[in-house]
Nanobody
Framework: QVQLMESGGDLVQPGGSLRLSCEAS????????IAWFRQVPGKEREGLLC???????TYLASVKGRFTISRNNRRKMVYLQMNSLQPEDTAKYYC??????????????WGQGTQVTVSS
């Protein structure tokens, strides 16, 4: 059973940084593409980045150069490093499985999410 658990969300000031973690269990992480997306209540889900093997793909232009995705298959972890955070980055962040890193491809499974709030 695919299980994903996000952590690391927090309240941070504009310009600050956070690293989110995604712990995977119940499946072989090595064989899956893992993406991060975010959602604000009442708004569309936004795909952010995806990693397949060691190749990262950025879905959302506004995070390019600020957010970085990485993975450690041995530890069954995927990370989202977020720098230069802005109030518009405030959202609940989720990691999710995808069959491949393709913008618009469905997210198959995701966790409960972790809240990121950027405010002074």
């Amino acid at each position: 059973q695919v299980q994903l658990m996000e952590s690391g969300g927090d309240l941070v000031q504009p310009g600050g940084s956070l690293r989110l973690s995604c712990e995977a269990s119940g499946f072989a992480l090595d064989y899956y593409a893992i993406a991060w997306f975010r959602q604000v209540p009442g708004k569309e889900r936004e795909g952010l980045l995806c990693i397949s093997g060691n190749t990262a793909t950025t879905y959302l232009a506004s995070v390019k150069g600020r957010f970085t995705i990485s993975r450690n298959n041995r530890r069954k972890m995927v990370y989202l490093q977020m720098n230069s955070l802005q109030p518009e980055d405030t959202a609940k962040y989720y990691c999710a499985t995808q069959t491949a890193c393709q913008d618009g491809a469905p997210f198959l499974s995701w966790g409960q999410g972790t809240q990121v709030t950027v405010s002074s």
